[in-house]
């Protein structure tokens, strides 16, 4: 009979475990309140976090148990964050609007702080 010998600790550093701390970072979320929209433009948003998951950007998939990091985060109204999760599927609604969530995060990220730099992101995005 043959097994796979793996070392004890083999998965202990997996960072998409339950007991790894979740990156929380309230600056950024109140950054990303005072942004416009990424659908519509207007002003008065929520910090909406990306529960979907992309191997590209290194992000795992969060369910309901679990919040996900606050760098994914994305600006939108009360009603058209609504609209995304009665749609259901939260990457068919990004794909309806032509935006990659992962990238456009990424990016607000890098310019946290800077409200200039990220409505002109959000206004590329828009275009």
Known sequence: MYAVRRHPQAFTLDPSSK???????PRHLAFIRRLPSVISGVYDCEACHIRAGSALHRKVWTGAGRKPDDCWVLPMTPAEHRAQHAMGDELAFWRQHEIDPFELAVRLYEVSGDIAAAEQIIRKVRA
């Open 19 to 25: 007991k790894t701390r979740r990156l929380e970072d």
